[in-house]
């Protein structure tokens, strides 16, 4: 009776530690490695920002302007942009995987409005993951067409 009840006690550990790994409790004692996530809460945050690739204006009018990028990884769209030398305008924030509604996109686009003709912008796009920094995009530049 007694080897019985030590053989369900071992296994009810092993079963409990696997459980505890699983949910990432042990993995700051267990270093196995990183995978670069925090567990808050029972959400998983990615903490390395995404990274962006392929910027551009796809479209200009006198009054707007259409910005596409894609990201490594499910993300955040954002534009920040203004008139050349300065920043001062944001886009919202959309696909944002942090506000629980989404899971973020790959593929990203935002149109910028409020422009004036034949003036030079400055712009520049803004992603991150549910737990990272912004990732931020080289500072990029589009002249409107003149009315």
């Given at each position: 009776?007694?080897?019985?009840?030590?053989?369900?006690?071992?296994?009810?550990?092993?079963?409990?530690?696997?459980?505890?790994?699983?949910?990432?409790?042990?993995?700051?004692?267990?270093?196995?490695?990183?995978?670069?996530?925090?567990?808050?809460?029972?959400?998983?945050?990615?903490?390395?920002?995404?990274?962006?690739?392929?910027?551009?204006?796809?479209?200009?009018?006198?009054?707007?302007?259409?910005?596409?990028?894609?990201?490594?990884?499910?993300?955040?769209?954002?534009?920040?942009?203004?008139?050349?030398?300065?920043?001062?305008?944001?886009?919202?924030?959309?696909?944002?995987?942090?506000?629980?509604?989404?899971?973020?996109?790959?593929?990203?686009?935002?149109?910028?409005?409020?422009l004036t003709a034949n003036t030079e912008y400055q712009y520049r796009v803004l992603s991150h993951t549910n737990g990272s920094a912004d990732a931020v995009s080289a500072t990029n530049y589009f002249t409107t067409?003149?009315?």
């Amino acid at each position: 009776m007694l080897i019985f009840l030590l053989i369900l006690l071992i296994a009810g550990l092993a079963g409990f530690g696997y459980w505890a790994y699983t949910q990432g409790y042990l993995k700051s004692i267990i270093k196995f490695g990183s995978d670069n996530t925090t567990k808050t809460s029972g959400v998983t945050k990615d903490t390395v920002p995404p990274t962006i690739i392929k910027v551009e204006v796809t479209s200009k009018a006198i009054k707007e302007a259409g910005i596409v990028w894609k990201t490594d990884k499910p993300s955040s769209s954002q534009v920040e942009w203004g008139p050349k030398g300065s920043f001062g305008n944001k886009s919202e924030i959309t696909d944002d995987p942090s506000s629980g509604t989404t899971i973020g996109a790959v593929d990203h686009g935002v149109i910028i409005k409020g422009l004036t003709a034949n003036t030079e912008y400055q712009y520049r796009v803004l992603s991150h993951t549910n737990g990272s920094a912004d990732a931020v995009s080289a500072t990029n530049y589009f002249t409107t067409p003149s009315e």
